[in-house]
T-cell receptor
Framework: NAGVTQTPKFRVLKTGQSMTLLCAQDMNHEYMYWYRQDPGMGLRLIHYSVGEGTTAKGEVPDGYNVSRLKKQNFLLGLESAAPSQTSVYFCASIGAHSGANVLTFGAGSRLTVL | QQPVQSPQAVILREGEDAVINCSSSKALYSVHWYRQKHGEAPVFLMILLKGGEQMRHEKISASFNEKKQQSSLYLTASQLSYSGTYFC???????????FGTGTRLTVIP
């Protein structure tokens, strides 16, 4: 049982390049999330999904797109990377824990845009 | 909508106690607490639900004052393993969308 797996763990991009971050969970969770973490800013929600085929915007969605074609996968895309998107990206899914819903995070993907 | 955490950082000696506060400007359905070690993912500690009881996780406990829209995390007799950054996440509606505070960096020294 791997939980939440993110790939890649590290990536360096040049400004204007595109890339996709993949998140996979094997816990049969309906809800999945993408957060970015920057120094002094905490975790900010980019996009989320409440089920296969659905996506919605979070706090900081600009410059990102997402897709949830399969229940277990949630993809985060950057069409034209900018230096402001240098960050650590965390995927999470939500599942029941002692009767309440809690987040399980992936290990993170560190992205640097030059 | 982001909750405010205080303090931003705290240094403790082993065995000392600490309190971390989380305050929201909006009414809350639940408050979550997570701990993140350097270079790792945040890990769930506990959740406090509206109308629920104070929670405990080993020597860490938390309270939730719904009227004041505040939660506090209490670390008692701190251990070296408590070092990390603590985040509160607030859910305003029960729709499972959490807004996180900027974190409190806790360092426990021998």
């Amino acid at each position: 049982n791997a939980g939440v797996t993110q790939t890649p763990k590290f990536r360096v991009l040049k400004t204007g390049q595109s890339m996709t971050l993949l998140c996979a969970q094997d816990m049969n969770h309906e809800y999945m999330y993408w957060y970015r973490q920057d120094p002094g800013m905490g975790l900010r929600l980019i996009h989320y999904s409440v089920g296969e085929g659905t996506t919605a915007k979070g706090e900081v969605p600009d410059g990102y797109n997402v897709s949830r074609l399969k229940k277990q996968n949630f993809l985060l895309g950057l069409e034209s990377a900018a230096p402001s998107q240098t960050s650590v990206y965390f995927c999470a899914s939500i599942g029941a824990h002692s009767g309440a819903n809690v987040l399980t995070f992936g290990a993170g993907s560190r992205l640097t845009v030059l | 909508q982001q909750p405010v955490q205080s303090p931003q950082a705290v240094i403790l000696r082993e065995g000392e106690d600490a309190v971390i506060n989380c305050s929201s400007s909006k009414a809350l359905y639940s408050v979550h607490w997570y701990r993140q070690k350097h270079g790792e993912a945040p890990v769930f500690l506990m959740i406090l639900l509206k109308g629920g009881e104070q929670m405990r996780h080993e020597k860490i406990s938390a309270s939730f004052n719904e009227k004041k829209q505040q939660s506090s995390l209490y670390l008692t007799a701190s251990q070296l393993s408590y070092s990390g950054t603590y985040f509160c996440g607030t859910d305003q509606t029960g729709a499972n969308n959490l807004f996180f505070g900027t974190g409190t960096r806790l360092t426990v020294i021998p």
